[in-house]
């Protein structure tokens, strides 16, 4: 079973100061998913940024990237010009590359940007 | 976009009572899933729904639980007897054949 493990409970930082946030998984598959979602007071689940397991290049989202390093199975996301409307929480999610498979959560790390 | 619409955005139940929640996933997505986040914790798997069963479910989905999709639109999720710890939110999300999860805003669950 595949196992998904964000150590930091909450973050905080200036605004316009960039951030990473941490994520580490374990999984016997070769091929997957992962992906970073937001969620704000709503509660909304909003997907910010996703990566294939397969691809060696880091994905980029505008002012949120990963830094994917497949062999020590981290994941982590880095949150350039820090705004005020990305206090939120952060989920990292890892997903199977499978047709049916369903995405495993980790905690979530809740990030507070201060003005 | 397409979106996956959940209703009601707020349910208060009294304990025992039986409740529904409702989806209506992407149209032309064929794996359907019910999430379960208690509040303050992380997202929770309950429930993923391909060709008109159940393809897996979570030891979170026991007898209590049941999903059913009646008329090829409508994902529900029906809780038959709620426990004070059933509150918490609930997310529908849908999957099509390209790659890609979307998902609802959530049923806000509260047991009294």
């Known amino acids: 079973a595949q196992t998904v493990t964000q150590s930091q409970p909450e973050m905080s930082v200036q605004e316009a100061e960039t951030v990473t946030l941490s994520c580490t998984y374990d999984?016997?598959?070769?091929?997957?998913?992962l992906f970073w979602y937001k969620q704000p007071p709503s509660r909304q689940m909003i997907l910010v940024i996703r990566?294939?397991?397969?691809?060696?290049q880091n994905a980029t989202e505008n002012r949120f990237s990963v830094n994917f390093q497949k062999a020590a199975k981290s994941f982590s996301l880095k949150i350039s010009d820090s705004q005020l409307g990305d206090t939120a929480m952060y989920f990292c999610?890892?997903?199977?590359?499978?047709?049916?498979?369903?995405?495993?959560f980790g905690e979530g790390t809740q990030l507070t940007v201060n003005p | 976009e397409p979106e996956v619409t959940q209703t009601p955005s707020h349910q208060v139940t009294q304990m025992g009572q039986e409740v529904i929640l409702r989806c209506v996933p992407i149209?032309?997505?064929?794996?359907f899933y019910w999430y379960r986040q208690i509040l303050g914790q992380k997202v929770e798997f309950l429930v993923s729904?391909?060709?008109?069963?159940?393809?897996?479910k979570s030891e979170i989905f026991d007898d209590q639980f049941s999903v059913e999709r009646p008329d090829g639109s409508n994902f529900t999720l029906k809780i038959r007897s709620t426990k004070l710890e059933d509150s918490a939110m609930y997310f529908c999300?849908?999957?099509?054949?390209?790659?890609?999860?979307?998902f609802g805003s959530g049923t806000r669950l509260t047991v009294v």
């Open positions: 990566q294939e397991a397969y691809k060696q």
């Open positions: 729904f391909y060709n008109n069963e159940i393809s897996e």
């Open positions: 149209s032309n997505h064929l794996y």
């Open positions: 999984t016997s598959e070769n091929n997957y998913y």
């Open positions: 999610a890892f997903d199977q590359e499978t047709s049916g498979s369903r995405l495993t």
């Open positions: 999300a849908s999957k099509g054949i390209a790659y890609g999860y979307t």
